[in-house]
């Protein structure tokens, strides 16, 4: 299991996996309030395939800000959401440090990134390597794509699906 530690903020998550799967929702959601608020085109798209037991999801031209001194390039996903729907509070001492939801997704995803791209061969044929995240200084932007393992279960109580990312990463 990759190490993440939640820093008691926003997120209910307790694996990598489910954090980054919950971010992605919630930055859809947000997307979903801001586009009915001010029509801004949205970011975001997902698919769940119920019968593969998959979830595929894309974030297309994030904007981000470049910031080049002190011999190194920094890429810093921007608040395109603004004000209350964008933001989010990562807690403390948690593995996640950003304050705003699309800064947040980019640092899950590259977390997870990272995870996959030093699985030990050993073992990699059976964990995907199916996280992308591709930044792009000409465009100012930052694109994720992404296709994790899920669990599906009926809740009792109200009889809705609850779909959760399955922990794959060693």
Not at 44 to 51: K, S, V
Not at 104 to 122: D, M, R, Y
Not at 160 to 169: D, Q, S, Y
Request: proline share 5%; charged share 10%.
């Amino acid at each position: 299991m990759a190490a993440f530690i939640n820093g008691g903020g926003d997120l209910i998550a307790t694996t990598l996996e489910q954090a980054f799967l919950e971010l992605f929702w919630r930055l859809n959601e947000a997307e979903k309030a801001q586009t009915l608020n001010l029509g801004i085109a949205r970011k975001t798209a997902w698919t769940a395939d119920l019968g593969n037991q998959t979830v595929s999801f894309a974030a297309t031209n994030l904007p981000i800000a470049t910031t080049v001194g002190a011999g190194a390039v920094t890429l810093s996903p921007l608040n395109y959401l603004g004000g209350i729907l964008g933001n989010f509070d990562p807690g403390g001492a948690g593995s996640l440090t950003a304050t705003h939801l699309a800064a947040a997704l980019v640092e899950c995803a590259s977390l997870i990134n990272n995870a996959e791209l030093n699985i030990p061969q050993t073992i990699a044929t059976n964990t995907p390597h199916t996280t992308v995240v591709i930044f792009d200084e000409n465009t100012k932007s930052v694109n994720i794509t992404s296709t994790l393992p899920i669990e599906t279960i009926q809740d009792p109580a109200t009889g809705g699906v609850v779909v959760t990312a399955m922990t794959f990463l060693p």
